[in-house]
């Protein structure tokens, strides 16, 4: 019984250094997760992901996704520009052209 009570102990730390480790990485859900299933073998595959923060390109400190203004020193933050979405999105037009018409 008390083992039991241990084990839960122990789990639970596995799961709360996970969440911690994430939050580093922006990914505080995957680490809870990981830490849960794996211990600190998941924190560290967390700790080895890209962080997935936004960085204020004025003072770089680390932004929540969505917002307008920087938190640290002010500045306003525009949405970064993605040069492969417009690429991404012909492959997928371009594939959708090729593809075969139904029912025959
Ligand atoms: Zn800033």
Redesign the pocket.
Known sequence: MEEALVLGCVWLAFLLVGILCGRERGRENLGALLGFLLGPLGWIIVMVMSDRRRK?P????V?EEGVRR?R????PLTAPPDPNRDARNRDMLEQLRNMPPPGR
């Open positions: 204020c004025e003072c770089g400190g932004v920087c640290h020193c002010g500045s």
